[in-house]
């Protein structure tokens, strides 16, 4: 097992009719910028228990928060932050919103206009800033798939520049999440597709990599990714059932709070390469990850086969004597799953060209000389390489 420093200060509050408990969890005397999306917390009720439970608090609200939140719409948050001499703020909706808003926490505190550059950088790669300063954030969480809920990290788009990067600040973990299943009801069924398979690979970046004698890591690993299969059917029932939805929940947040990552190897180049797909075509985040897996892997079984062996006995009931042909089924039975679950391994089934694709975004990482795979061996000519097959 390698070091590793865990460490993880959020305070959960998980269940039904959980959201009036946060009269109590924001001093009164704070001036909360509330922060939201499009407005689907308007339609399914969410908001109006907010306003409810804030009633003796001073309240200023941000509309406008997009899937895969862009640097643009966050720093018009900032303004009114700063304008508005904010001192707490409150997300409400899904990761997209909390990632917007753990921008602003940092970018509010800031004196520079370029923002962009202070926190995200040019690497393409996750940046740890160091922000003297953050606003405290709390969240009411309503979509399973980031388990931002239970991180420091955030991605945020330049819109201008078609950039899709990481950040993370051991500032910005919020000081509490609330998680009530029961918001998930209303979500439409593509967003809880794309909760599935971002928590699946969250869990996989982490996991199908090589061993370092992390035996525990690896059944927690295993144990979300199994539920997630057991359980997708009955997560994606009509109408939803409470404890399928409570255990999607909970596993989206163990996937990345931090638990399973601890002295473990970690990977992350299918992020990566799926943060460039949604940057230069605005594709679905779990869908860009659901084409980039099955081709990373073929392309880098051969430094992970001990672990897609060990994932496929554990997950999938795998246990054919060729490891060859046991590795391509493995990969088979994760596609078989994405689309199972309803999403497309190939870009093409996206309107995406994958030449196209390929040209652009290895072109981008030969730019800012960018290398990834845990052994940092998937340079930008084996990227071009990937997404040619997918």
């Not at 993880?8 to 959980?18: E, L, S, W």
């Not at 923002?115 to 922000?131: C, R, S």
């Not at 605005?282 to 060990?310: C, F, I, N, Y």
Request: charged share 25%; aromatic share 8%; net charge negative.
């Amino acid at each position: 097992m390698q070091n590793f420093n865990y460490y993880n200060p959020v305070n959960v509050i998980f269940g039904k009719d959980t959201i009036k408990e946060i009269t109590n969890l924001i001093p009164l005397d704070s001036k909360i910028l509330m922060t939201y999306g499009g407005g689907s917390i308007k339609r399914n009720g969410v908001y109006d228990q907010v306003i409810k439970a804030l009633a003796n608090h001073n309240v200023v609200e941000f509309e406008g928060i997009e899937p895969n939140p862009t640097y643009e719409t966050c720093m018009k948050a900032v303004e009114v932050a700063k304008k508005e001499n904010i001192d707490f703020l409150l997300s409400v909706g899904g990761g997209s919103v909390l990632d917007g808003t753990k921008f602003i926490a940092a970018a509010a505190k800031l004196e520079t206009e370029n923002a962009w550059d202070t926190i995200m950088g040019v690497e393409g790669v996750a940046k740890f800033p160091v922000l003297k300063e953050t606003l405290p954030i709390g969240c009411i969480i309503t979509l399973p798939a980031t388990g931002s809920e239970m991180n420091c990290g955030s991605v945020i788009t330049k819109k201008a520049t078609a950039e899709k990067i990481p950040f993370m600040s051991a500032l910005n973990f919020p000081k509490f999440s609330i998680i009530d299943p029961e918001t998930t009801f209303s979500l439409p069924k593509k967003q809880v597709i794309n909760g599935i398979i971002d928590t699946y690979i969250h869990v996989i970046e982490q996991y199908v990599t090589y061993d370092v004698d992390t035996p525990l890591q690896d059944r927690q690993s295993e144990a979300i990714l199994r539920t997630l299969v057991e359980e997708a059917d009955k997560i994606l029932s009509d109408p939803p059932q409470y404890n399928a939805r409570a255990n999607f929940f909970w596993c989206a947040t163990q996937a990345l709070n931090g638990t399973i990552q601890s002295g473990v190897v970690q990977d992350w180049c299918v992020h990566m390469i799926g943060h460039e797909l949604t940057a230069f075509y605005g594709m679905d985040h779990g869908a860009s990850l659901a084409v980039v897996l099955p081709e990373m892997w073929r392309k880098m079984k051969s430094a992970k086969t001990q672990k897609l062996l060990q994932y496929g006995s554990r997950v999938f009931d795998v246990n054919e004597s060729d490891e060859e042909k046991a590795v391509e089924l493995i990969i088979a039975r994760t596609e078989e799953f994405f689309k199972h679950i309803g999403f497309s391994t190939k870009l093409k089934n996206y309107g995406i060209d994958a030449k196209e694709a390929a040209e652009k975004v290895s072109a981008r990482f030969a730019e800012r000389k960018t290398v990834l795979g845990e052994n940092m061996d998937v340079t930008p000519e084996v990227v071009k390489e990937i997404l040619l097959n997918c």
